[in-house]
């Protein structure tokens, strides 16, 4: 069984910055990519942030220049930080990862349960 666990989300005004942090646990082999979805009320979710296992990444041209995804693979956790918030970032946050949990068992995608960002003054 494999859990994402998301943390880090609130409220902040604009201009403003928050750190969103998940962590996977559980029966893990090995993470391919990981990635943050964000999801607004009455939209569909869309792909904000994605880093691969070898570092790459790729993000929402309307976070570029913003929000910055890193990850620790040594504590399978990957990171979101996200700065000059607009009101338009205002969404739940998900955390997605590609895992495996054993070495002849195919990678499936696992997500987190989501955390609030709410920005506003």
């Known amino acids: 069984q494999v859990q994402l666990v998301e943390s880090g989300g609130g409220l902040v005004q604009p201009g403003g910055s928050l750190r969103l942090s998940c962590a996977a646990s559980?029966?893990?082999?090995?993470?391919?990519?990981m990635g943050w979805y964000r999801q607004a009320p009455g939209k569909q979710r869309e792909l904000v942030a994605r880093?691969?296992?070898?570092?790459?990444?790729n993000y929402a041209d309307s976070v570029k220049g913003r929000f910055t995804i890193s990850r620790d693979n040594a504590k399978n956790t990957v990171y979101l930080q996200m700065n000059s918030l607009e009101p338009e970032d205002t969404a739940v946050y998900y955390c997605?990862?590609?895992?495996?949990?054993?070495?002849?068992?195919?990678?499936?995608?696992?997500w987190g349960q989501g955390t609030q960002v709410t920005v506003s003054s």
């Open positions: 997605q990862g590609i895992i495996s949990e054993t070495p002849i068992a195919t990678f499936r995608i696992y």
């Open positions: 559980g029966s893990i082999f090995s993470i391919n990519a």
């Open positions: 880093i691969t296992s070898g570092g790459s990444t």
